[in-house]
């Protein structure tokens, strides 16, 4: 399974932006898998910021993102977003979205099989 993540962009304060990960590969039509959204900022750790389920699309958000930020997923397309509302400058960072074969969303990093290739989000008056 490969993913490509793509829409990061450098954003004022308040602005918004979303971001897209499709999902593509041989066998990425055959099997459910749970997506999420990880992010890391100049010299940080790696840390979660959204998740969803396959089937009923339970989401998970990290504090710092909760009622800014919302993933949602077209299982059609294979394509999972994070759409990102009233972005701060501590939003600033690159995004990465991973998927994992299981069913269950988590903000376990390691426990995600897949991940893209990252897309940087800019957030700067």
């Known amino acids: 399974v490969q993913l490509q993540a793509c829409g990061g962009g450098l954003v004022q304060p308040g602005e918004s932006l979303r971001l897209s990960c499709a999902a593509s590969?041989?066998?990425?039509?055959?099997?459910?898998?749970?997506a999420g959204w990880f992010r890391q900022a100049p010299g940080k750790e790696r840390e979660f910021v959204a998740a969803?389920?396959?089937?009923?699309?339970?989401?998970y958000y990290a504090d710092s993102v909760k009622g800014r930020f919302a993933i949602s997923r077209d299982n059609a397309k294979n394509t999972v977003y994070l759409q990102m509302n009233s972005l701060k400058p501590e939003d600033t960072a690159v995004y990465y979205c991973?998927?994992?074969?299981?069913?269950?969303?988590?903000?376990?990093?390691?426990?995600?099989?897949?991940w893209g290739q990252g897309t940087l989000v800019t957030v700067s008056s």
């Open positions: 590969g041989p066998t990425v039509s055959s099997y459910n898998y749970a």
């Open positions: 991973a998927a994992r074969s299981s069913r269950g969303a988590t903000g376990v990093a390691r426990l995600y099989d897949y």
């Open positions: 969803i389920s396959w089937g009923f699309s339970n989401t």
